[in-house]
């Protein structure tokens, strides 16, 4: 047994380094696919992820070391099922050299800010625009405004986040991960508009 | 002064070249320190007298004296009562007053405790902005994986033990009072730039200082950027002269330097610990920096001297008040070795072979611990890894709270290994306490990792190596109250570390020198070192040592104990026999092993030096289970 056989072929399909297989694993009706999320530390990241992964909320400080990895699966109402192999990076300013390992070869991109914090939302633009420039063909790209419970403490408005996102292609939504509030939307809506593999 | 490039003993024969300029300074950084310790009360002091008296006062054996290596009974071990360490500062520092000035502290740690929707961090995404909460560093996580309050605010001297139980929540009382306590803590850390920017510093003040930038009032960030910029000009100063500072005496206090090119580390303390010791936790302070950035950090300085590192080490705050907390209980930070969770020896050889299958599919290093103990550990050929990258990488681990969260990809370096480059690291938890650190040279080797730390997990379930792990857990380590009779009677039926387990045959103890306390001849404590292995052992602490005081205090004895073994000066010593007021401590030093036993400070020294003899055997009867045997790339 051993990886070390089975190690030059893997490679040779995996040739986006930290892309899923995607050959095989899609049909028409199971949908495999690579989500990135980015964005400034601390605007939501790793909650919105453990709150459509796990159906959890967690207030306490876990700052994403590198990028975790999780998966989640869902059915939309036509039959098909989902499966989104979701990178979740760290925001810190070291990472961001880094960022190109876990959004290469990504299908999705979910940039997310808060809207409580104007910086962030520059922080998002950014993103976009390096999305833009080295993301994969055709990525499809969402625009998260997190946080959208603390609408008392609002500093980037709806219409802000909704004309840049629509000047640049995104789809986009305001979320809150605390009150759970749109996050299984958001994925859906992600899902709805994958690209369907041809049946073959 | 001592100087680095110069053996300490030179000093004195080389006065600065200009006395003057460097008095100013000394009287600066003394002024400062004194009023930064000012509400520090007297009596915390001891006289200078007292100080030191212990390294004097060791006793040199020959190594003749030994007979079959052997510790035998001799009558030139010199015995001194020494004036004993003072005792129990922090019960003191409970009672402190609280000053107003704690507002910040006290908020933040409400912020974790309660939430409170008022407030935007605490809107629930508390420690989610990054790096104002994370800064204060209100939970730490030691390397137990125990989540601890921080005394971030640092009252070092009082520092909870690996063997406590987590109490959530637990406040010390000096624990919510900022700037009191930075001005009476015992031991201070600060990491500047050569041009005298702020890197790190564990101190609320400090903290609040460098990453907020905000002013609480009291003046007390002029004084602490007016000691930065002092630190700054000494070390530069003498730097200039083509010299190094190690070591600046001020009254009470040690401060060390450490400079690594662009970076200087300082400590300052008056906790007495060796200068060694203290010069190794900057060493690995250094060494955790160079983990998370990599070295070519100096690169940025090279381009800005100017360049201001904070930001790069955003959300790291627990990693490194963890590591200091480290200093404070773990013997790694200063034996340099690490530790093995006690298991059967098939049981890791079982956890070896599959690490060993996985390294050979090109995996630089598989790494299996429990909390920061080791289960295996694997290196591909010819790759070795050093203890105090091992320390620095659990630390780092087990600080992080995201990595108990889901399986993670990030990159790291180890300082020892290769300081200028990243490797990857896949982690991943497989229990609560028991993680899977998977490292690689490739960026892309992530779906490689997840698919050979699936086949880890299915084989260590089958296996029954996690159950086993557990168990081991639960039970603990090795007890002095198991120390066998006579190594001649060993019995054949002995299972967890020679503790015979069948209810029949009662272990016989050394009943009758200190019944009931401790172990045979009144040890009670001792940590066994294998210079090959680079790994050691300790005993779990028993009854006389129960208290997280009473370990502490053990603890530094131990540091000051292997320093004094250590000390190139007068050194290396092969066997000291030393008994104070609190113990009688025994260190043997051989070849192939360093043995530091303690004894209740009335044990008889015949007895001790034969329990010491029965130690070491106890230690070889079950070496294959206390210790990883056969994995040898460690070979450097």
Request: hydrophobic share 35%; glycine share 6%.
């Amino acid at each position: 047994m051993g990886c070390s056989s089975s190690l030059p072929d893997r490679n040779s399909v995996r040739s986006g380094g930290l892309n899923p297989e995607n050959g095989g694993g899609n049909d028409a009706k199971n949908i495999r696919v690579k989500l990135v999320l980015l964005g400034d530390s601390g605007v939501g990241k790793s909650c919105i992820v453990l709150r459509f992964v796990r159906g959890q909320f967690d207030p306490t400080s876990k700052v994403t070391i590198g990028a975790s990895f999780l998966s989640q699966t869902i059915a939309l109402q036509d039959s098909t099922t989902v499966k989104f192999e979701i990178w979740d990076t760290a925001g810190q300013e070291r990472y961001a050299a880094l960022a190109p390992l876990y959004y290469r070869g990504a299908a999705v991109a979910v940039v997310v800010y808060d809207i409580t914090s104007p910086e962030s939302f520059v922080k998002a633009q950014y993103w976009v625009k390096e999305l833009q420039k080295h993301g994969s063909p055709g990525i499809i790209m969402a625009l998260v405004g997190n946080k959208a419970d603390l609408h008392e403490k609002r500093e980037v408005s709806v219409q802000d986040g909704m004309e840049y996102a629509e000047k640049n292609g995104m789809f986009f939504i305001e979320t809150s991960a605390k009150t759970a509030d749109n996050i299984n939307q958001l994925f859906e809506e992600i899902a709805k508009r994958l690209p369907r593999p041809s049946p073959s | 002064m001592l100087s680095d490039s110069n053996s300490s003993s030179d000093d004195d024969q080389n006065p600065k070249p200009d006395a003057t300029s460097i008095d100013q300074s000394l009287d600066a950084i003394e002024n400062q320190l004194a009023s930064i310790s000012m509400s520090q009360s007297v009596s915390e002091f001891e006289s200078e007298s007292e100080h030191g008296i212990h390294e004097e006062e060791t006793t040199e054996l020959n190594h003749q004296d030994f007979r079959n290596g052997s510790l035998s009974e001799i009558d030139q071990l010199s015995l001194h009562n020494s004036v004993p360490e003072e005792v129990s500062r922090s019960e003191k520092d409970v009672d402190e007053p609280k000053a107003s000035s704690s507002r910040l502290w006290t908020n933040a740690v409400e912020e974790e405790e309660v939430e409170a929707p008022s407030s935007p961090s605490s809107s629930g995404y508390a420690g989610e902005r990054g790096s104002s909460s994370s800064a204060s560093g209100i939970l730490e996580v030691n390397n137990d994986g125990e989540i601890d309050a921080v005394r971030n605010d640092g009252e070092f001297d009082e520092v909870s033990d690996s063997q406590a139980p987590w109490v959530p929540g637990k406040r010390h009382g000096d624990e919510d009072d900022a700037s009191i306590s930075w001005r009476k803590r015992k031991k201070h850390f600060f990491v500047l730039s050569h041009s005298g920017k702020p890197i790190y510093s564990r101190s609320v003040i400090a903290a609040q200082l460098f990453l907020f930038h905000c002013s609480i009032g009291y003046g007390d960030e002029h004084k602490l950027a007016g000691f930065s910029a002092t630190l700054q000009a000494i070390i530069s100063f003498v730097e200039n002269g083509g010299d190094r500072v190690k070591l600046v005496r001020a009254g009470k206090h040690q401060v060390i330097f450490l400079v690594k090119g662009p970076i200087y580390l300082v400590c300052i303390s008056c906790t007495e610990e060796p200068y060694e010791s203290l010069r190794g936790q900057l060493e690995l302070l250094y060494g955790q920096m160079i983990l998370i950035l990599t070295k070519s950090v100096n690169r940025c300085f090279e381009k800005n001297p100017k360049f201001d590192m904070t930001p790069l080490l955003g959300g790291t705050d627990v990693v490194f008040s963890s590591l200091i907390h480290s200093f404070g209980w773990n013997p790694a930070t200063f034996l340099h070795a690490y530790t093995c969770l006690p298991l059967a020896y098939a049981t890791r050889q079982a956890a070896g072979a599959i690490l060993q299958d996985v390294a050979d599919s090109g995996v630089l290093f598989a790494i299996l611990m429990c909390r920061h103990k080791v289960i295996s550990l694997v290196g591909a050929q010819k790759a070795s890894l050093h203890p105090d990258d091992m320390l620095l990488l659990s630390n780092f681990v087990m600080s992080s709270e995201s990595f108990r969260t889901s399986e993670s990809f990030s990159p790291i370096c180890l300082p020892r290994y290769n300081p200028m480059a990243f490797l990857y690291a896949y982690v991943h938890y497989l229990d609560v306490e028991t993680y899977l650190i998977l490292l690689t040279t490739s960026s892309d080797a992530f779906y490689h990792l997840k698919d050979c730390r699936i086949r880890i997990e299915t084989v260590l379930l089958k296996s029954n190596v996690l159950v086993e792990v557990q168990r081991s857990v639960v039970e603990g380590g090795m007890h002095v109250e198991d120390l066998p009779v006579d190594p001649a009677s060993r019995s054949g039926t002995v299972s967890h570390l020679g503790q015979p387990r069948i209810p029949t045959g009662p272990p016989e103890r050394f009943k009758e020198v200190f019944h009931g306390i401790g172990g045979p001849a009144g040890l009670w404590h001792f940590i066994y070192r294998s210079i090959y292995l680079d790994q050691y052992v300790a005993s779990e602490f028993s009854s006389p040592i129960s208290s997280l005081q009473q370990q502490k205090r053990l603890y530094r004895a131990y540091q000051k104990l292997y320093t004094s073994m250590h000390d190139k000066g007068v050194g290396p010593h092969k066997t000291q026999f030393r008994r104070d007021e609190n113990y009688v401590m025994l260190c043997w030093v051989t070849q192939d092993f360093e043995l530091y036993a303690t004894f209740d400070p009335l044990a008889d020294k015949a007895l001790a030096i034969k329990i010491c003899n029965r130690v070491c055997q106890w230690v070889k009867d079950v070496e294959n289970e206390i210790f990883l045997l056969g994995a040898s790339p460690f070979s450097w």
